[in-house]
């Protein structure tokens, strides 16, 4: 196996388009999914109930089915299409976002509300402004906050739909972890396949144990 | 010097009137006692007082100068300062909570939280994580953080309760200097006889309105204060 990653600087070339478009589709999903959580867990307005159902469902969307919306508004016939976008990195970010957003809202939303309302008081009253007092609340929910981010990185870095759909799986551009497994198994080659498995396994091992020392580190300081 | 007077208070929760023309003045160095029954209201009216709750409707006045809620909120956040019944401290040390209102030179800070550190007799705590502290030592961290944002107007939900004899007279101690630095103090407590003695405005809240009992405080009728006048009629 050791042999197989020294021999093959292709393997590198496409672990390395994973980690680049799941990053920044993560940095990019950040601010909006923190965003929508804050607004959910403190706003107070008609449909808020309707809308934290609405991103528990999306939670577990099938990603073919965020592959084919995109894959529809940006095809050249769709209200997208002028972007040029399909077959793109940046296709692969925008579909990544969409799968990345419903998990930062959701767990976001419930790690926020788990924090007691009497922080957000305390926050104000020792005269803390709006976005400090914002920052003080992110603070107190670092760990459910980080678990959420952890999860998100999860899902997206290992999906296929939407980076085969959006992305085309074209070699030294779009072509990622997944979708290379996905044709590499296609054609029998299964040396590669399980290589680059081996990567998302050992990915799905490390992302899982730091979701496990977060959250013990959560339940510990609560 | 500061006197803020607050007419006409209301304040309705699910259609359900929680205050109901209130009328309360605050003023330096005076000292209100709040009582009422469990969900009166009274957390709701200093939360209001404090500029954290929006009332229905509610005229401020400060200065000569009356003020829409907007503006009053912004006066009101800067000058008064509101603590929970039960403290929140943020995750962290102790000198981290003192820090948190504080801002300029890291120099300044330091000896402004030594400084309240000492007058709560925190001294030795100073490095504790916040999880570690007993009722009455989070209280007095909660008082030393209120205090470092040199607010005029404390609004204090029932600083005593559960306290044991001890602490209870700590905090006391502290309020009554508090109260001779010339804070406005607003106090909720159950046990309006601690408190006796140094010429507080006794107040009840019930139905929605403001009274004064009337009776002398005696140990035996506290749970009995009858409403006689309303204040500010
Ligand atoms: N944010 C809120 N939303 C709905 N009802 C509330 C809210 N805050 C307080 N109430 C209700 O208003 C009433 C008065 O509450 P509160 O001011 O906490 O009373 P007290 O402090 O005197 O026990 C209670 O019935 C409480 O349930
Ligand atoms: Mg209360």
């Known amino acids: 196996m050791q042999l197989l990653f020294a021999a093959d600087p292709e393997l590198w070339g496409i672990i390395g388009i994973s980690f680049k478009v799941s990053m920044s589709a993560l940095l990019l999903a950040l601010p909006i999914g923190l965003l929508i959580a804050f607004g959910l867990a403190y706003g107070n307005f008609i449909g808020r109930r309707f809308l934290i159902t609405s991103f528990n469902t999306l939670l577990s969307f099938p990603a073919v089915v965020v592959g084919l919306t995109f894959y529809i508004l940006l095809s050249r016939q769709g209200p997208l299409g002028e972007w040029r976008l399909l077959f793109t990195q940046p296709a692969m970010i925008i579909g990544q976002m969409a799968l990345a957003i419903p998990i930062l809202v959701a767990m976001g939303h419930s790690a926020l509300q788990a924090i007691d309302r009497r922080a957000w008081e305390t926050a104000r009253t020792l005269g803390a402004s709006l976005p400090r007092a914002t920052m003080t609340i992110m603070r107190e929910a670092r760990f459910g906050l980080l678990a959420a981010l952890l999860a998100a990185f999860g899902r997206i870095i290992s999906e296929v739909g939407a980076s085969m759909m959006l992305g085309g799986n074209i070699l030294h551009y779009t072509r990622n972890i997944p979708t290379a497994i996905a044709l590499e198994t296609s054609k029998g080659e299964f040396a590669q396949g399980v290589a680059l498995g081996l990567v998302l396994l050992l990915m799905a091992f490390t992302l899982n144990g730091m979701l496990q020392l977060v959250q013990g580190k959560g339940r510990l300081a609560a | ?233």
């Open chain 2, 1 to 233: 010097m500061i006197s803020i007077k607050f007419r006409g208070i209301e304040k309705s929760f699910a259609r359900r009137k929680i205050l109901d023309c209130v009328d309360i003045e605050l003023a330096s160095g005076a000292c209100l006692l709040l009582c009422g029954k469990n969900g009166s209201g009274k957390s709701t009216l200093l939360k209001i007082l404090a500029g954290m709750e929006r009332p229905d409707h509610a005229e401020i006045e400060l200065g000569g100068k009356t003020y829409s809620w907007r503006e009053a909120k912004k006066i009101l956040l800067h000058k008064s300062i509101y603590l929970h019944q039960s403290p929140y401290l943020f995750e962290g040390s102790v000198w981290r909570n003192l820090d948190y209102p504080l801002s300029g030179a890291r120099a300044a800070r330091r000896s402004e939280i030594e400084y309240a550190l000492e007058w709560a007799d925190l001294a030795e705590l100073a490095d504790e994580n916040v999880a570690h502290l007993s009722g009455g030592e989070r209280q007095r961290v909660a008082l030393a953080r209120a205090l470092l944002r040199k607010p005029q107007v404390m609004l204090l939900d029932e600083p005593t309760a559960n306290m044991d004899t001890d602490s209870r007279q700590r905090t006391l101690s502290l309020l009554e200097q508090l109260k001779q630095e010339g804070i406005a103090l607003v106090v909720v407590t159950h046990d309006p006889v601690h408190f006796i003695g140094k010429g507080e405005q006794r107040l009840m809240l019930q139905s929605g309105k403001l009274t004064t009992p009337e009776e002398p405080l005696v140990a035996g009728n506290i749970s009995e204060l009858k409403p006689v006048s309303k204040v500010g009629s």
